[in-house]
């Protein structure tokens, strides 16, 4: 079924082959801005681009009209309606309104939970919420009731409680002293519009920022968002600028990194949009925050222990590879449950026996990938546990191998790919690796974070008390 599936991708996207060769060279031009707005003025252009670096649609989703939930330890919080709906949306905002939320996290008639990143958007600038504002007046209006409703246990119900959560970790980032304009033009889109922080910046024990450690990597759901600091060993320090750009451009770089999980969500709704000198902008400042070094650490390509690429014509040609995987798999000594053998059935259909997969197919090649280089597994592990979804629409996706493997088969199949394509000495994983990764909550360290959230509210409650006393000494002394 597989080698089927494959041969019909391969026919679908062998069409836009030869363009993607002569592509390949370069970075692709930034993708055009799908317009959903019928209205195209520029003041509405300028919002509609903000929208994008700001990837609003990554929870308000494609139209704007909400209710994916957003998956925390204290329960779901649903993204709302955008649209300019009065009755459900955000119809009878006014812009200042609309400033309020964004920079403050306030709503007309309540506070917002921060799953909504206004922690990140307060840096935001009127011009550029102007813009907005008049963007999101032009989408089609989306007038259905929701049938989802966020519902926290108590204490969390409260939601003036994040008052107090806001005084602490609003905003969640300081603009750097000394940066040249385009390196502050690039802290405005990581910080500000691209929230980047909510996923690669460790939380500290309110869940705010951990400002010591900025954008050092951290754990998120099933996957886990590398440090992306200049540090050698641990983050991109190796990366150039253009490398920064192409990742963040078409999702992927040669031998390095492929987004596959929430980053290629990130591509797909937001950075293969921006601008070229937006995404320049971003590169230089990434390499002007301080290098944090991690203890996962990425260990560095050993080019002389990779596979070499097998000739171009069995490459580039789907049969000959076919054969040639078909050759490989009768050559293979260790029985059927083997790590090569099981990669070959596994795998290498999409990937190709040396792991270059086939360039022509666009399939990922997974040669020196980072994520199957560093020493912690978990994200490895996770990719052939639950599959990846691709960064962009052409790719096949990747199915998950929970059900048809074994946890040993599965670690099995994560040693060879470490050694063979990670170049890394040696790999040891057990079933007890894959059955920890696969146990694991989808929010890992949950009691972590569940403690955070106790502590947190514990310091909220504190701020409150704080505030009336104050409050009440202001008063008292007003009066005399
Ligand atoms: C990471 C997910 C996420 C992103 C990105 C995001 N939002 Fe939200 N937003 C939410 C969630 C979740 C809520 C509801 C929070 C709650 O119930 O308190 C929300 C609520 C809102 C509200 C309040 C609506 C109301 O009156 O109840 C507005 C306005 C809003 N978002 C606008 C935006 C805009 C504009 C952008 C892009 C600049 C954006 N959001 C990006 C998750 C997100
Ligand atoms: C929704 C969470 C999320 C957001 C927001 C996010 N990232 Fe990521 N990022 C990830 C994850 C997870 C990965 C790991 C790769 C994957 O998802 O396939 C990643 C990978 C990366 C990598 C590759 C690092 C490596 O060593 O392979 C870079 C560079 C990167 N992100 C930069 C950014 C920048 C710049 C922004 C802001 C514009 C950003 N990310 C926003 C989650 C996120
Ligand atoms: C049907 C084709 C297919 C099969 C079979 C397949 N993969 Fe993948 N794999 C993909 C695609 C496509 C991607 C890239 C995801 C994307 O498009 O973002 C990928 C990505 C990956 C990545 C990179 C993830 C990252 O974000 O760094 C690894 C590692 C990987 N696959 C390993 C495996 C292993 C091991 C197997 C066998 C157990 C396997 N794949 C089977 C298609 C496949």
């Known amino acids: 079924m597989k080698p089927l599936y494959l041969m019909l991708s391969m026919f679908a996207i062998g069409l836009t082959s030869t363009a993607a060769l002569a592509e390949a060279t370069s970075i692709p031009d930034a993708a055009s801005l799908p ?9 509405v252009n300028r919002g509609a681009y903000i929208a994008r670096a700001a990837d609003c649609m990554a929870c308000h989703g494609d139209d704007y009209v909400g ?13 709302t309606n955008i649209t300019p709906s009065k009755q459900y949306g955000i119809g009878k905002y006014t812009e200042k309104d609309l400033k309020n939320a964004l920079k403050k996290g306030r709503a007309p008639n309540h506070m917002i939970y921060p799953a909504m990143p206004y922690p990140s958007y307060s840096g935001m600038t009127d011009e550029d919420i102007s813009a ?40 969640s980032t300081e603009n750097r002293e000394g940066l040249s304009a385009t390196q502050e033009r690039g802290e405005y889109l990581v910080n500000n519009l691209g929230h980047c922080g909510t996923c690669h910046t460790p939380r500290n024990s309110t869940m705010g920022f951990d400002k010591d450690n900025y954008l050092s990597g951290a754990e998120l759901g099933n996957w886990y968002a590398p440090n992306i600091t200049p540090d050698e060993s641990s983050g991109i320090g190796s990366w150039s600028e253009q490398d920064i750009v192409t990742y963040l451009r078409t999702g992927q770089l040669d031998q390095r990194a492929y987004a596959g999980g929430p980053m290629a969500e990130v591509v797909a709704h937001s950075t293969r949009y921006l601008k070229d000198e937006d995404l320049g ?62 990669y070959l059935a596994e795998c290498a259909s999409c990937h190709g026996v040396n792991g270059y997969a086939q ?68 790999s040891d994983l057990t079933a007890a690796d ?7 909550e989808p929010e890992q360290p949950f009691l972590i974070k569940y403690a955070g959230w106790l502590a947190a509210l514990g310091i909220i409650v504190a701020i409150v008390i704080i505030f009336f006393i104050i409050r009440a000494i202001i008063r008292s002394r007003r009066n005399h």
């Open 132 to 171: 907005l504002f008049a963007y999101l007046q032009t989408v089609p209006a989306y007038d259905e009731a929701p049938d989802y409703k966020t519902s926290l246990p108590f204490p969390f119900n409260f939601r003036f409680l994040m008052l107090g959560w806001n005084v602490l970790n609003v905003p």
């Open 67 to 79: 209710g994916n939930a957003i998956e925390t330890p204290m329960g779901d919080i649903y993204s």
């Open 359 to 426: 360039p022509d197919a666009r399939y990922a090649p997974i040669v020196g990938l980072s994520s199957i280089r560093s020493d912690n597994p978990d994200a490895l592990i996770n990719v052939i546990v639950h599959g990846a979804e691709g960064a962009s629409d052409t790719t096949p996706k990747m199915p998950g191998f929970e059900e048809e493997l074994s946890s040993e088969q599965i670690a099995n199949i994560a040693n060879y790919v470490r050694v063979k394509f990670g170049s890394l000495p040696s």
């Open 281 to 342: 902008a971003i590169a230089s400042y990434l390499k002007a925050v301080p290098a944090v070094q991690t203890e996962d650490k990425v260990r560095p390509v050993d080019a002389s222990r990779l596979p070499s690429p097998i000739n171009e014509s069995i490459t580039h040609d789907l049969l000959a590879q076919d054969d040639y995987l078909t050759q490989a798999k009768a050559e293979v000594t260790g029985g059927s449950n083997s790590p090569e053998a099981l």
């Open 35 to 43: 317009n959903i707005s019928p209205a195209n003025s520029d003041l």
């Open 434 to 440: 894959v059955d920890r990764v696969i146990t694991a």
